[in-house]
C-alpha cells in the first residue's frame, strides 16, 4: 500500500470532532485549506412548530481529512478539534485509521448525492455483502463508481453499495441499464 520511502504519505485520515463538526469544518476550509469530507444528509426538523430542512453529518463528528499526518499535526496547533480515530492491531501497536484512496472517491461520489436517496450503514449492518455483484456505474452522475450492486433490507430495489472498510457504507439507487459488471 505505501511506498516504503515515502516517510508520511498524503491519505484520507479519520478524525472525530466531537460535537464540534462545524467549527472543524470552518477551520479546515479557511485557515489550513486542507481537503476534508463530511457525509452530510438532509433531514426535517421542527422548531417551535416551524419544520424546515437541515443538511446534517450522517454520522456526527467524523471528518475525513486528505492530508500527511505531519500537515494534520501542524493543523491541531492551531484549531485542536479534532482527533485521529484510532484502532489496535494484533501485534499491539496503535494505527491511525484512514481510508484507501479509491474507496474515498467512491464513497464521496455517492454521498455528495444529497438529493438522492441514499442510505448509509454500519460494518456489521451489510455483514453479507459477499453476496452482491462487483460493479461500476457507466454514465450518469455516478458515472465510474464501483462497488457492490445487492439488495438492502428495507428497500425495494437492489443499490449500489460503496464501503469503506470498516468504518461504515453507503447505498444509492441506480438504473440498471448503467451497470457493468467487473469481473
Known amino acids: 500500500m505505501v511506498n516504503p520511502e515515502e516517510k508520511d504519505p498524503v491519505r484520507w485520515y479519520v478524525m472525530r ?11 479546515l476550509a ?6 476534508y469530507f463530511i457525509a452530510k444528509k438532509y433531514v426535517v426538523r421542527e422548531y417551535h412548530g416551524v419544520k424546515s430542512k437541515h443538511l446534517v453529518p450522517v454520522i456526527p463528528g467524523m471528518v475525513f481529512v486528505h492530508a500527511s499526518r505531519a500537515a494534520i499535526v501542524d493543523f491541531k496547533r492551531g484549531c485542536n478539534m479534532l482527533q ?22 467512491n464513497f464521496i461520489r455517492v454521498a455528495e448525492q444529497y438529493d438522492a436517496d441514499t442510505a448509509y450503514f454500519r460494518p456489521d449492518e451489510i455483514a453479507n455483502l459477499e453476496a452482491g455483484a462487483r460493479v461500476r456505474i457507466l454514465g450518469g452522475e455516478l458515472d465510474g463508481v464501483c462497488g457492490v450492486f445487492m439488495r438492502v433490507k428495507g428497500k425495494r430495489n437492489k443499490r449500489l453499495v460503496v464501503v469503506l472498510d470498516g468504518i461504515m457504507a453507503a447505498a444509492t439507487e441506480v438504473q440498471p441499464e448503467l451497470i457493468e459488471v467487473i469481473e
Open 84 to 105: 485521529f480515530v484510532t484502532w489496535k492491531t494484533r501485534e499491539g501497536r496503535i494505527e491511525y485509521l484512514w481510508v484507501p484512496e479509491g474507496q474515498m472517491e
Open 17 to 27: 470532532a466531537y460535537k464540534q463538526e462545524k467549527k472543524a469544518e470552518e477551520c
Open 30 to 35: 479557511s485557515e489550513a485549506g486542507l481537503p
